[in-house]
């Protein structure tokens, strides 16, 4: 079978969205299966490797989300199915490649949508939440719903945004992670200064919430508890982070892209923050429990479903509440959280999520073909 994955705002540094295809299309490919992927680029180009084909297509930056880029020129897409024509299209995106995909289904392509995003959360924090935006919203889930065959959220809150829709179905499958990347230090060393070293990986944007970690560092700071943040990601929000942060103990390491090192942050921590309100998993959450670290997290969004009270801690999104959620968690065992922690995360592998997939794909051939 040979796989298309199609996406937008795929590029060097974005996040969950590259890590999950990459480790899927692995997958498929060992497998059996072929696997191309088509993302924005600078340029019109494509790549050979001996795992898969990559199509970049030449896209503008989206002003306002620090250097993402979306496909606009629909026919270079069309063109390239045309080409190198898929048996299924793997879809990560609900905008500009929702149509194009969709008039290759009338060819009798599946598609399948991995929900990486809530469109009423991504519209909501931009615009704000009004009833003209909700019943926007009831539009977009409406024209995406009836364009694919079916529909992978990795959480019930991802997949609740299609409850009120008249929806194929969806399949619930949780994202993995790399277990031997991420995993903790055999004997876990601490700075021996009294000073708690926290963690957060998150894009630095208004949607993501970084500046509650940096305020809850504040607080934390200004009560007498000795801690120091490091920040790992970048974004349009940077700048202004920064700038609050001055006098505070915290670092700012921009974008990371070795993601040993990354892993050596989160290992490092005693604590990870995952400020997002509004993520359908929380994928460098679960690096951080992987990796021996417990975690806070909102109370909204999905991240509260990947936790136990055992692993981390659910707080309000504010900087008191999260201040006061991560001085609990220090006052917990470190080395017994810390098995916890991984423990928990290794239940969430990418061969698991590949197996799920695979299953999803295949019956939905199945089903296309007996409706033939």
Not at 176 to 205: I, N
Request: glycine letters at 6%; one cysteine or more.
């Amino acid at each position: 079978m040979h796989i298309m994955q199609l996406a937008n705002f795929h590029g060097p540094r974005s996040g969950g969205i590259r890590v999950a295809l990459d480790e899927l299309a692995r997958r498929y490919i060992d497998a059996g299966h072929r696997c191309t992927l088509v993302i924005p680029g600078e340029d019109d180009s494509v790549e050979e490797s001996p795992s898969r084909r990559v199509y970049r297509v030449g896209a503008p930056v989206i002003p306002g989300l620090g250097g993402y880029r979306m496909i606009l020129d629909r026919s270079s897409v069309k063109n390239i199915l045309e080409t190198d024509p898929p048996d299924l299209i793997e879809l990560s995106d609900k905008t500009t490649l929702l149509g194009v995909s969709h008039r290759w289904r009338a060819q009798a392509t599946p598609i399948i949508l991995i929900s990486h995003e809530r469109l009423d959360a991504v519209l909501t924090g931009v615009i704000g939440d009004h009833p003209p935006v909700r019943a926007a919203v009831r539009r977009l889930n409406r024209r995406v719903t009836d364009r694919v065959d079916a529909i992978v959220a990795a959480s019930r809150f991802a997949a609740s945004e299609f409850d009120q829709a008249s929806s194929p179905p969806v399949h619930l499958i949780p994202l993995g992670v790399d277990l031997d990347c991420f995993r903790p230090e055999p004997v876990h060393q601490s700075r021996g200064d009294g000073c708690h070293r926290l963690v957060t990986a998150v894009r630095l944007s208004p949607e993501k919430c970084p500046e509650l970690a940096v305020e809850a560092v504040r607080l934390l700071s200004n009560s007498g508890c000795r801690v120091h943040l490091d920040v790992l990601g970048d974004g349009p929000l940077r700048r202004d982070l920064a700038v609050a942060a001055q006098g505070l103990p915290i670092t700012f390491h921009g974008h990371v892209a070795d993601r040993d090192m990354v892993a050596r942050h989160l290992r490092a921590a005693a604590v990870a923050i995952a400020p997002g309100p509004s993520e359908t998993f929380g994928l460098a959450a679960l690096e951080a429990l992987a990796s021996g670290t417990p975690i806070v997290v909102p109370r909204s969004g999905a991240l509260p479903e990947l936790i136990t009270p055992r692993v981390g801690l659910a707080a309000e999104s504010t900087p008191a509440a999260f201040a006061d959620a991560i001085r609990r968690v220090l006052t917990w065992n470190r080395a017994q959280a810390r098995r916890d922690a991984r423990s928990h995360a290794e239940s969430f592998t990418w061969d698991s999520a590949a197996a799920s997939m695979l299953d999803v794909f295949h019956k939905v051939q199945t089903h296309r073909t007996v409706a033939a």
